[in-house]
């Protein structure tokens, strides 16, 4: 008894480290129905292997007319990559299928949803010049900012 007791506060313990040990890791963006990101800059530090990313829609209008998304990429390449995204369309969240020029993407959603997505940053280094951007055709101009790995 005492014994389980023992394991369960080990776990417990063990629970609270993982979390926060990931929580820096982990960064979270609302976008609007007025083509607005609340984040001019997301920072994850470069020790992060994996990224937790969420974004909420907080907007109301339908993702048909107003979808948001998150891409990150070198920010040399957000024009080519929303332009390819343009042609891409909807039903492939405005991303071209297997564009490797893209770390990460979310799918695209509506006003009122949220998406969350964990990827991998193998293929970044640190200090890096990333950004983040929707990919919505017409959005990319104004809803980006600063990615940083460092
Ligand atoms: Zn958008």
Known sequence: MKLRLLAATFALIGMSFGAQASTECEVSINANDMMQFSEKTLSVPATCSEVTLTLNHTGKMPA????????????????????????????????????????????????GESTTITFSTEKMTAGGDYSFFCSFPGHWAVMQGKFEFK
């Open 64 to 111: 048909q007319s107003m979808g948001h998304n998150v891409v990150i990429a070198d920010t040399a390449n957000i024009q080519a990559i929303g332009t390819d995204g343009m042609s891409a369309g909807a039903e492939n969240n405005y991303v071209k299928p297997e564009d490797d020029r893209v770390y990460a993407h979310t799918d695209v959603v509506g006003g």
